[in-house]
């Protein structure tokens, strides 16, 4: 991609990820327009596009002459599930939509998640894995995929695992989501840096992950009793058996074997560095 002359259109640029990515893309030099909702901050040195995927007319404008759509908008962490479901489904298939009618060159990126993969997985969740997700986020994310994989776009899928960095604060609130799903504490999880998200997008925008649904993730799952050590908070130890011993671990040899290498290999690289 000549970054000079295409344009990019990112979602979601308010939330967790794309607050992070967006800037990441910028520096890069990457030409990006953003689609923001009304009362949110609009981001610096990238084209704004007010607008929300519910409002299809508003999606027009954002995705025509794009050669390519990061799709990161998403709600996850809420109990109305209608809206999660909404938001997920409905409004990537109306970004679809724009996309097929008005942009139908570009290259279609969708975040989503390693939570689709099944609790009782016998090993670390691989992409040709049966999904099985047992909450609203991930099967709304499954549904999503399935809308854009018969698309007839140009498309790519990645899951990402647990995210954490530049000061997010979501390690941070893990203790309380551990507490909720009652986890054991040496259940690992598969973790990746902010910093290799956008590692992974470039290599998407390329074209390097071209019709492929890609786990992405650092090198080293690390356990809960790790994590939540490293924010400061305690947990309660266990020697009992571990059930599920490979939920929320994802396999990433295929992204490995397309070229991805984190440059944020562990968590523990992120705390020396001072980067969590």
Same mark, same amino acid.
């Given at each position: ?8 259109? &990112? ?5 967790? &990820? ?50 390519? *759509? ?13 809206? =999660? ?33 099944? *609790? ?36 790519? *899928? ?30 690992? =999880? ?7 998200? #956008? ?16 786990? =992405? ?10 994590? &939540? ?40 690289? #992120?705390?020396?560095?001072? =980067?969590?």
């Amino acid at each position: 991609m000549n970054r000079e002359s295409e344009k990019i259109l &990112v979602t979601g640029v308010t939330g967790l &990820v794309g607050a992070r990515l967006l800037p990441r893309l910028i520096e890069a030099g990457f030409d990006c327009r953003v689609l923001v909702r009304e009362g949110k901050d609009a981001p610096a040195k990238a084209m704004v596009i007010p607008g929300d995927l519910f409002d299809t007319a508003s999606l027009v404008p954002a995705v025509k002459d794009v050669s390519a *759509i990061i799709h990161l908008a998403a709600v996850f962490r809420s109990q109305d599930t209608d809206l =999660i479901w909404r938001s997920n489904l409905d409004g990537t298939r109306n970004l679809i939509a724009a996309a097929k009618a008005h942009a139908p060159n570009a290259r279609f990126i969708l975040a989503s998640t390693a939570h689709v993969y099944s *609790i009782n997985n016998p090993h670390p969740g691989r992409e040709d894995d049966a999904v099985d997700p047992q909450h609203a986020y991930p099967a709304s994310k499954v549904a999503a995929e399935k809308e854009l994989r018969e698309s007839g776009l140009t498309w790519s *899928i990645l899951r990402f695992p647990f995210v954490y960095g530049d000061g997010d604060g979501h390690l941070a609130m893990l203790p309380e989501h551990i507490k909720a799903a009652n986890w054991h504490p040496a259940m690992k =999880i598969s973790t990746v840096h902010h910093r290799d998200i #956008a590692t992974a997008v470039k290599m998407a925008l390329a074209g390097a992950m071209d019709k492929r649904v890609v786990n =992405i993730t650092d090198e080293a799952p690390t356990s809960i009793y790790e994590l &939540v050590k490293l924010v400061g908070q305690p947990l309660k130890s266990s020697a009992d058996p571990l059930p599920n011993p490979w939920y929320l671990h994802a396999d990433s040899s295929l992204a490995r074997s397309l070229g991805f290498q984190p440059v944020v290999r562990t968590v523990y690289q #992120a705390l020396q560095e001072k =980067i969590l």
